[in-house]
């Protein structure tokens, strides 16, 4: 098993460019995040799914959209990048309701936006 | 607002003991996560406590006490390995994670 992997890991983005981030799982987990993860804050919820056809917004949500086309898939675009989205993105995923079960992270996804 | 609180930074030495306390204001509690993230790398699971009590898990313990609404995370017998930093994180009453900015954890030899 893979786990949960990111595509790409490493990306530069002139302003205004745009970008799909993309997070597989084969764990067949129902839940899926992204977060993104500054210096000196905590990791901060952009989307989430709760499953296959479903998303909601996080903490985080504008300038981003995601899809969740399939169960294993979940991706995360940004349509007009800004510098302020410079970060590391995760994904993550969960076998059900947050409570007891523990989230699974991608390995990330450094991206700088010039 | 939502809040948790923990160090920015510990220091301690190779072998010893070393404990890390969070604290949290949050909308309700459903629980509250322990992960560990080495530098450039994702965070991993360590524990989960819902109900008051320690938790014991091989070098690592966690403690709750939702009374209070805090917690710690005990580490024994430290290891150069165990440099990382530790990220607290509470369910809320909505089943959201909120997370703590994390405990950079440095081990001196």
């Known amino acids: 098993n893979a786990g949960v992997t990111q595509t790409p890991k490493f990306r530069v983005l002139k302003t205004g460019q745009s970008m799909t981030l993309l997070c597989a799982q084969d764990m067949n987990h129902e839940y899926m995040y992204w977060y993104r993860q500054d210096p000196g804050m905590g990791l901060r919820l952009i989307h989430y799914?709760?499953?296959?056809?479903?998303?909601a917004k996080g903490e985080v949500p504008d300038g981003y959209n995601v899809s969740r086309l399939k169960k294993q898939n979940f991706l995360l675009g940004l349509e007009s990048a800004a510098p302020s989205q410079t970060s590391v993105y995760f994904c993550?995923?969960?076998?059900?309701?947050?409570?007891?079960?523990?989230?699974?992270f991608g390995p990330g996804t450094r991206l700088t936006v010039l | 607002g939502q809040n948790i609180d923990q160090p920015t930074e510990m220091t301690a030495t190779e072998g010893a003991i070393v404990q890390i306390n969070c604290t949290y204001q949050?909308?309700?509690?459903?629980?509250l996560f322990w992960y560990q993230q080495h530098a450039g790398e994702a965070p991993t699971f360590l524990s989960y406590?819902?109900l008051d009590g320690l938790e014991e898990k091989g070098r690592f313990s966690s403690f709750l006490s939702r009374s209070k609404g805090y917690s710690y995370l005990l580490l024994k017998e430290l290891q150069m390995k165990d440099s990382a930093s530790y990220l607290c994180?509470?369910?809320?009453?909505?089943?959201?994670?909120?997370w703590g900015a994390g405990t950079k954890l440095i081990i001196k030899p």
């Open positions: 994180a509470v369910i809320d009453s909505n089943y959201q994670l909120i």
């Open positions: 799914s709760v499953g296959e056809g479903t998303t």
């Open positions: 406590n819902v």
């Open positions: 993550a995923s969960v076998r059900g309701e947050p409570a007891g079960n523990e989230q699974f």
């Open positions: 949050t909308s309700g509690f459903n629980g």
